[in-house]
């Protein structure tokens, strides 16, 4: 499986950013897709995931009412859209995937699949 995230960039406090992941090589449809991001001197922290084949989805509090993550199942590529950019939102964001369920395990568990990471940077 290999993913291929993009999108990233520098953005004002209040702006928005889509990012995007293409997932290749995935041989079935029952794979979680999502999002990690990881700030310097921070701890990783999961953000979103959706479920491929329900499309079944789960947010983080941070970012709840704020990102929307949706999937094409066809191109097997799933979004990110990140609205109302704060600084805290500041990051590199890293597109995974793995065989689970998009529910609070995403954010515990190790995954298998790392995508290379795109930056975002909200600026004050």
């Known amino acids: 499986v290999q993913l291929q995230a993009s999108g990233g960039g520098l953005v004002q406090t209040g702006g928005s950013l889509r990012l995007s992941c293409v997932a290749s090589?995935?041989?079935?449809?029952?794979?979680?897709i999502g999002w990690f991001r990881q700030d310097q001197g921070k701890e990783r922290e999961g953000v979103s995931c959706?479920?491929?084949?329900?499309?079944?989805?789960s947010y983080a509090e941070s970012v709840k009412g704020r990102f929307t993550i949706s999937g094409n199942n066809v191109s097997n590529t799933v979004y990110l859209q990140m609205d109302n950019l704060t600084p805290e939102d500041t990051a590199i964001y890293y597109c995974?995937?793995?065989?689970?369920?998009?529910?609070?395990?995403?954010?515990?568990?190790?995954?298998?699949?790392w995508g290379q990471g795109t930056l975002v940077t909200v600026s004050s």
């Open positions: 959706i479920l491929m084949k329900d499309g079944s989805i």
């Open positions: 090589g995935l041989t079935r449809d029952d794979y979680v």
């Open positions: 995974v995937a793995d065989r689970i369920y998009c529910d609070s395990s995403f954010y515990k568990v190790p995954l298998d699949f």
